[in-house]
């Protein structure tokens, strides 16, 4: 199924809010692909009622469908330079050129930083949910292997209770790719027992950087091409970056 001929083939049955966001996809489909069904309902001007209404009126079950068969249509039909472009030099140019901003947007004392603030605390709880669960399970692993001892903890639920009995000379290190409010709770209470705080993440601007003392922000490879590239990886080369960095000053 071609997704963007079924649209332009049915733009007479939609109805107006419908019709703004088939508008935004016909102008941009590659943005389809990248942002979540929320942020297209808002760029188009409707809402993600009139999105999920839409995608269902094409022949898809919902927006997760309708994203995975416009990618597959983008992919096949994505021109480079005027010539096709492979998929594995696509995919290991898009994480390459993401791995090497993580060098130019990390100074040494932006390092150095991050040092001293996880070699100096007394308890370390690492806290990450879905996605950057992994992450965070990633650098408990890690650390462990240079002998730094940490928890991991992937519930929220947890993470409340974890950080009500927190001091000022424990760390709390979060991460999060989007910065959502999903953290404010904990990172509020984490500000009011003056736990020092490393917020991980890949928005520059999120709604709870504030609250932290110290935030890294990291390239977001998943909207660097219409194709579906995961985030994990981005966050794995970095906390190899960060072990690299503590054995060095450890010594």
């Known amino acids: 199924m071609n997704p963007i001929s079924v649209i332009e083939s049915n733009l007479e049955t939609f109805t107006n809010s419908e019709k703004r966001i088939a508008d935004f996809i016909l102008k941009d489909p590659i943005r389809i692909v990248q942002y979540s069904a929320e942020e297209i309902a808002k760029a188009a001007g409707s809402s993600k009622s009139a999105f999920i209404r839409l995608c269902q009126k094409l022949g898809y079950q919902g927006y997760s469908e309708f994203r995975f068969s416009l990618s597959k249509y983008l992919i096949s039909h994505r021109l480079e330079d ?30 150095l930083e991050l040092c001293q603030l996880i070699t100096s605390a007394n308890k370390i709880k690492i806290f ?8 965070a399970q990633q650098l408990r692993m890690r650390m462990a292997k240079i002998g730094m001892d940490s928890e991991f903890v992937n519930d929220t639920m947890l993470m409340h209770d974890i950080t009500s009995s ?59 091409t219409s194709r579906f590239l995961d985030d994990q990886a981005i966050f794995f080369v970095f906390i190899e970056i960060l072990l690299a960095e503590l054995a060095e000053y450890e010594d």
């Open 82 to 111: 005027g010539e096709e472009s492979s998929i594995s030099q696509s995919i290991t140019s898009a994480y390459s050129d993401h791995i090497k901003e993580i060098a130019q947007n990390l100074s040494d004392k932006d390092m």
């Open 166 to 224: 927190l001091a000022n000379e424990d760390l709390v290190i979060i991460f999060s790719i989007k910065g959502m409010s999903y953290y404010e709770d904990v990172i509020k209470q984490v500000k009011t027992n003056q736990t020092k705080s490393i917020l991980i993440t890949m928005t520059q601007n999120s709604p709870i950087n504030k609250y932290f003392d110290t935030v890294v922000t990291l390239p977001l490879v998943s909207r660097a």
């Open 128 to 135: 990450g949910n879905n996605r950057t669960g992994l992450a």
